[in-house]
Structures are given as structure tokens and as C-alpha cells.
């Protein structure tokens, strides 16, 4: 059965992995790749993938590439070169598996606020500050539409976020104020949220 994704349905992170080493399969690539025209947290998704695999390439290729003393030196056990190889590629494996664990690993727990703030109402909701943020809203009043999508623009107008909903904010939002725009799969304007972040404790 061929995998579908939906605005609001994300591929897990091993299939930006698979498809960054050209290992997916025929059957989940188009699915993938069209699902990536419409969700622009997964092209961030991608390219964040992507250069974390560069990385580990060009790290794996100065360690190949780095020369060494006459390779005779190098069979003997006891040699100082044969463990100066093994303390080099240990000190490499322990700094990729730190980079995979800290880019895997997101740095706080995201925090789930829901929408409720209109714009014009004299309120907004608080949220912290550089904090990963699952933006929802209850979509019982909303009229219905074929999907819904959210944009995030600060007080200049300028956007900061879009994507579907709920919203997932992995890097969170700069102190400042914000407006989160509801709109319908098509562009028509719905609801309009405030939002206020802020280095609360």
C-alpha cells in the first residue's frame, strides 16, 4: 500500500535519511516528493537533513584523505601509529554520534499552546520565547474547508512560519510580537490570532 501524506501528517525523520541517501523505495519516493512541493516544514526538514549528511561526508573524507606515516609502522601491534589511527576514528565516531544525538534530540519538550486571542479583541497569548511550540486551534467554528493552513508574521508583516495545523514550531519564536493568520487550503483569510513571546520563567 503506497504511504500518504497529508499537511498534517508527516513522514517520520529515517524517511528524510532514506531519501537524502537516495534509498527510498519506488513506492514512497513520488508520495514523498509531492507531499515536499506542499509542506514547508518538510523542505526544512530536508535541507537540515541534507546538510547534516554533508557534514558527516566531508568529516569522513578528511579522515580518509589524512596522510599517514609508512604503512609498515602501521601492522604492527604495539605500533604508536596503530593507536594513533584508533584514538583519531574514535574521537570521529564520538563527535558524529554527538552531532546525530543533539540534531535528533530537540532541546526542549515543545510547549502545546491553543489559539484563542482574535486580533482586535485587546489580548494576546503569551509563549515562550525560543521555546519549540505546537501551535492548535479548534476548528468546531470554523467554516469548513477542504484543508487549512497557518502562517506565522511578526509585527512588521514579515512571515516567520507557514505550514499546515497544527503548527509545529521546532526552533520556537524570537521575543516579540506575532499574528497567527487561519486560512483555507486556497488563501481565503478565516481567523486571526495574537501572539506574544517572551522570556518568561
Known sequence: MTIQWTRDRHPH?????EYALDRLS???TPAFEEHLLICEQCQNTLATTDEYIQVLKAATRAYVARPTRNSSHLIRFGDKGLRWNAAVAAVLLLTCLTALLSWRTPVADPETIALEAYRGAGASTRVP??????LTIDL??????GGYRLE???ATGRRVWFGGTPAHLNKGLAPGTYWVRL???TGEPLREFGLTADNRP
Open 183 to 185: 486560512t483555507t487550503d
Open 26 to 28: 519506488e513506492e514512497e
Open 13 to 17: 525523520e529515517d524517511v528524510f535519511e
Open 140 to 145: 468546531k467554528d470554523v467554516r469548513p474547508a
Open 152 to 154: 506565522v508574521v511578526d
Open 129 to 134: 520565547a525560543g521555546r519549540p511550540l505546537d
